[in-house]
């Protein structure tokens, strides 16, 4: 017994250790499923029950669409050059043109196009109870407001069918393309179509006046633009020609004369100074070689070829050559003083002083030329002048006639401009081409866009199923109770004895049945109802094989002539009573001495089943009124022998059943019988147990299948360890047989509750 108190201790008294993580288990995830089955299948038939409810009251919406294509191209003969597109400009100019379908003056033109102000399907058509019941609402509120006039009235009507054609249309782009779709949705059908068709009609017409509109205002701004250019215009050309006459700025092939003459003396200027040079060039030439001396000049003289008698210069000068060269031959063979040598230095003589004096001629024929091209110049020279003193008084004049001239050229090109806008305005206007085309129809829809009945009732069916998984699984996750035996095992470490099924209401502990009409001091008693005798009128069931091997468990644990067992359980109405009386039908009716116990001293559940316990009982045999065997009764079936309760209340039970008057009972009983049963009260509510413990060898506890909390059951066996201690084992009554299965692990013995049938010859109802 202490070696099991240790191992009791070192599992109920262990510090509580994270698992380690382990990966989901589809068999016990299956299990958690098919256990909750119910559950979920509930919510889900609520939900969809919830789903055709909102089919029945919703009505029906239909929906039309029509999808416009806007398309500059359409325009294109209109423009000479098409405008540049980007995405960027497409993108703002798609989204421009939604806003313009979703906008208010466009609902409002539909409104009037299609008389939506007075048309009652439209202003109030059928609605869920919600929006019905805010409508009216709204209604009863109104009734309060001021009155307003037939003129006030029809505008509100219109806006609010403005207001709410603009709540039930839809306008938006198709992708990435140059369509917008637009769509609207009514309770009839043949609304539907036809404001989606007025809404793409004025959508096209708005366009168009838009366009129009547009155009008559720049052409209105233009032709008053213009008459105001033409004045001005035709002003500074005026002014230009008023300007030139005065300071007499002439023009002729474009330029100005005055600006034509010294243009021209410039180039004359140019000229002679050119030839000015040229001349004194050769003058300066022809000087330096007259002055070098006559032979001198005539051996390095080159004559000119267009002088007139460079001719006759050079014939000379090719003689004194050839004398030269003949005088040096003769001088050379015969000497100077040779006569021929004479003559022919006497010829070179007269020949030299001829060509040098035709050089000297020469030269101041160049001297001449020089002195008439230097006066030419100064003469030019001197024209530029003058002529450069008046053209910068005409320059001056000049730039403020550039002046008038370049305001009279922009202005009379800003007017050609303008007037090349107007004419273009002016085609553009009597041109009825949007840029915009239908190209998919609305028709009336056949059948309604909402509510769908498939989707509704999917969506119903799957909120359901997750509306049932997330409450099953909050229950998963809240299950606190003992369903199986490795509940028992995981949580307390004592063995599991069995389970006892829940019984038919054939009676409940605390009736009061089977009573006759004997004398009440008989010492013979009969226990009522049924339940309390099962293991006797159904020895082949599964209930009274839980108690055979609650039997056997403790026959192998508690050892010694005579065994005193008490059956606890941690809170009222767990079946304690019950199981204690069929443990002691069954030891009595295998032929073992057996006294049952009634120690439940305020709850008296066992004593109020018997039939004639008047005269005494427990109470009165610990306080030695009478031998305690006087106030014992014997079960006609099972001949088993029953100490009841006393019929009074005492307040310190707990003193009674730990006194030496309990104990000299005890010890007396076991001299006597060799099962000693005693129905204890709970554990949880008052201390008669834990007072009665070191009398007893061992205890049974009893728990209530599904409903027992294991962490309630687990701490008061911590707080009661010696109980804990001489635990023989833990049967769960009341168990659902059906729904056991349920809870077992993959491959637990509870998955085959259901083949055990045929080994239990009797059924318990």
């Given amino acids: 017994m202490h070696q099991r108190s240790q191992q009791l201790d070192s599992h109920l008294f262990r510090d509580d250790e994270p698992r380690e993580e382990r990966f989901i288990d589809l068999e016990v995830l299956a299990a958690a499923i098919w ?48 405008p ?3 995405n960027m400009r497409i993108d703002s100019m798609m989204s421009s043109e939604v806003e313009i379908l979703k906008s208010a003056q466009l ?28 409508s009216q609402a709204r209604a009863v509120l109104s009734l309060f407001g001021p009155s307003k006039s037939d003129r006030q009235t029809e505008e509100a009507n219109i806006g609010k069918a403005t207001a709410l054609l603009q709540q039930d249309v839809s ?27 007025a809404y793409a009609d004025a959508y096209l017409a708005d366009q168009l006046e838009a366009n129009f509109d547009a155009t008559q205002r720049a052409m209105t701004w233009l032709q008053g633009r ?18 030139r006459a005065e300071h007499g700025l002439t023009a002729s092939s ?27 060039a050769r003058y300066e030439q022809f000087k330096s070689i007259i002055e070098s001396g006559a032979e001198n000049a005539v051996r390095n003289a080159t004559i000119p070829t267009e002088q007139p008698n460079s001719t006759l210069i050079n014939e000379m000068k090719s003689r004194y050559l050839t004398i030269s060269s003949r005088l040096q031959d003769v001088e050379a063979q015969f000497g100077e003083d040779h006569p021929q040598a004479v003559n022919l230095r006497r010829e070179q003589g007269e020949l030299e002083r001829q060509i040098f004096r035709e050089l000297e001629q020469l030269t101041e024929t160049y001297r001449n030329e020089y002195s008439v091209a230097l006066a030419r110049e100064e003469s030019l020279s001197g024209n530029v002048g003058t002529m450069s003193d008046e053209s910068s008084e005409t320059g001056k004049a000049l730039v403020k006639l550039r002046e008038l001239e370049q305001r009279a050229t922009t202005l009379a090109n800003l007017y050609q401009t303008y007037l090349a806008r107007y004419e273009e305005a002016s085609q553009q206007r009597s041109l009825p081409i949007a840029k915009a085309r239908v190209i998919s129809q609305a028709e009336d829809p056949v059948g309604p866009s909402s509510p769908s009945r498939t989707v509704v009732l999917a969506l119903s069916l799957v ?43 054939t009676g409940r502990a605390g009736a009061k049945g089977g009573r006759n009409d004997r004398p009440q001091n008989e010492k013979t008693v009969t226990v009522s109802p049924n339940i309390l005798r099962v293991t006797k009128d159904a020895p082949g069931s599964s209930f009274a094989e839980t108690m055979r091997n609650t039997r056997h468990s403790a026959d192998l644990l508690l050892h010694g002539n005579s065994r005193v067992i008490g059956f606890v359980s941690v809170l009222p109405d767990e079946g304690k009573t019950t199981v204690a009386t069929n443990f002691a039908c069954l030891t009595a009716a295998s032929g073992a001495k057996t006294l049952l116990i009634d120690g439940d001293l305020r709850g008296r559940g066992l004593s109020r089943s018997l039939s004639g316990t008047s005269g005494g009982g427990l109470v009165e045999a610990i306080a030695g009124d009478k031998h305690w065997p006087n106030y014992v009764r014997i079960d006609r079936a099972t001949q088993m022998a029953i100490l009841p309760a006393s019929g009074r209340h005492f307040a310190h039970t707990s003193e009674l059943l730990s006194g030496p008057g309990m104990q000299k009972l005890i010890d007396e009983a076991r001299r006597m019988f060799s099962y000693i049963v005693i129905d204890l009260p709970p554990l949880g509510p008052v201390i008669d147990a834990k007072a009665f413990e ?24 911590q707080s009661e360890r010696r109980i804990a201690a001489k635990a023989i084992g833990v049967i769960l009554n009341k168990a659902d047989m059906k729904k056991l299965a349920r809870y077992a692990t993959p491959g637990g013995a509870e998955s085959y509750v259901g083949r055990y049938g045929a080994y239990y010859g009797d059924r318990v109802e």
Avoid: C, H
Avoid at 174 to 197: E, K, M, N, W, Y
Avoid at 481 to 492: G, I, K, M, P, Y
């Fill in 171 to 197: 306008a938006e782009r198709v992708g990435r393309s140059l369509v917008i779709q637009v769509s609207f949705s009514a309770s009839d059908p043949a609304l539907a179509g036809a404001i989606t068709r």
């Fill in 84 to 86: 540049v597109s980007s």
């Fill in 107 to 134: 609902a409002r033109t539909v409104v009037l196009a299609e008389d939506l102000q007075n048309n009652e399907a439209f202003l109030n058509p059928p609605k869920a109870p919600v929006a019905w019941l805010k």
């Fill in 463 to 505: 909120l359901g199923l997750f509306a049932g998984g997330g409450t099953a699984a909050f229950q998963e996750f809240r299950e606190r109770f003992f369903r199986t035996s490795e509940d028992v095992r995981d949580a307390l470490g004592l063995k599991f004895l069995g389970y006892l099924p829940l019984l038919g209401k």
């Fill in 254 to 280: 474009g330029e100005l004369i005055s600006e034509q003459q010294l243009s021209d003396l410039n180039s004359q200027l140019i000229l002679a100074r050119a030839e000015t040079a040229n001349a004194r």
């Fill in 694 to 717: 070191p009398m007893a060898d061992g205890f049974v506890i009893v728990t209530e299948w599904g409903a027992t909390p294991r962490a309630l059951l687990r701490s008061t066996l």
């Fill in 35 to 82: 256990r909750r089955a119910w559950l979920i299948a509930l919510f889900a038939a609520l939900g969809v029950a919830l789903g055709v409810a909102y089919l029945l009251v919703t009505p029906p919406v239909y929906t039309a669409a029509t999808r416009i294509l806007i398309d500059e191209n359409l325009a294109k003969f209109t423009q000479e050059e098409p």
């Fill in 226 to 243: 213009l008459d105001e250019l033409r004045q001005s215009s035709q002003t500074a050309a005026l002014e230009v020609e008023q300007y």
